[in-house]
């Protein structure tokens, strides 16, 4: 399993925006199959927000951030990012990134190695 390491979080007003950072502490995204973001708000399950398939880096995004957030990758930084812009205080929560050998698409038990999260907070 890699170790993930999130940055980026904060607190922003509405309209704001925020650019997580995704970086392993071991290994390499270009061993993975798919790297995503999912959030988890007080009280709610955690949700797939954005996923991108590290050798096509092709992209998927929830309906909810379609529009407004961009998931991103650079291999020669070993990092994975999600750029949010437009934020809304529905968008608060803790953003975890997840990384898997298959494609994960938006679901996390097809992910096995997460990060400890980042804290995202939106205020009206």
């Known amino acids: 399993q890699m170790h993930l390491v999130e940055s980026g979080g904060g607190s922003v007003q509405a309209g704001g925006s925020l650019r997580l950072s995704c970086t392993p502490s071991?290994?390499?995204?270009?061993?993975?199959?798919?790297m995503a973001w999912f959030r988890q708000a007080p009280g709610k399950e955690r949700e797939g927000v954005a996923r991108?398939?590290?050798?096509?880096?092709?992209?998927r995004y929830a309906d909810s951030v379609k529009g407004r957030f961009d998931v991103s990758l650079d291999n020669a930084k070993n990092s994975v990012y999600l750029q949010m812009n437009n934020l809304t205080p529905a968008d608060t929560g803790v953003y975890y990134c997840?990384?898997?050998?298959?494609?994960?698409?938006?679901?996390?038990?097809?992910?096995?190695?997460w990060g400890r999260g980042t804290q995202v907070t939106v205020s009206s």
């Open positions: 997840a990384a898997s050998q298959q494609d994960g698409f938006l679901y996390a038990d097809r992910y096995n190695s």
């Open positions: 071991n290994g390499y995204i270009y061993n993975t199959w798919s």
């Open positions: 991108i398939l590290t050798g096509s880096e092709m992209v």
